[in-house]
Nanobody, 117 residues
């Protein structure tokens, strides 16, 4: 059974930082791309960042490029999202995603990030 478990969300002031983690089990994590998405209230889920394997090539949404960094540790079956210079518009539930070779997406349960003073 594939499981993705996110952690690290919380309340942070504008300009602050958070680091999200997602531990993946039940598949060969090192074989697949891993991504972060987010969904704000009353908005559709949107892409944030991806990291591929092997090679660790990354992609970012324009709204987070230069502020967020995605990384992975295949030995720990974990993907991270380091978020710096956070803005109120980054407030959302953040979801971890792994896409397998059949283009099937596995999702975590999400972790809430709130940026507010």
């Amino acid at each position: 059974q594939v499981q993705l478990v996110e952690s690290g969300g919380g309340l942070v002031q504008p300009g602050g930082s958070l680091r999200l983690s997602c531990v993946v089990s039940g598949l060969t994590f090192s074989s697949y791309a891993a991504s972060w998405y987010r969904q704000a209230p009353e908005k559709e889920r949107e892409f944030v960042a991806s990291v591929f394997s092997p090679g660790d090539r990354t992609n970012y949404a324009g709204s987070v490029k230069g502020r967020f960094t995605i990384s992975r540790d295949n030995a720990k079956n974990t993907v991270y999202l380091q978020m710096n210079s956070l803005k109120p518009e980054d407030t959302a539930v953040y979801y971890c995603d792994v896409r397998d070779s059949s283009d099937y997406d596995y999702w975590g349960q999400g972790t809430q990030v709130t940026v507010s003073s």
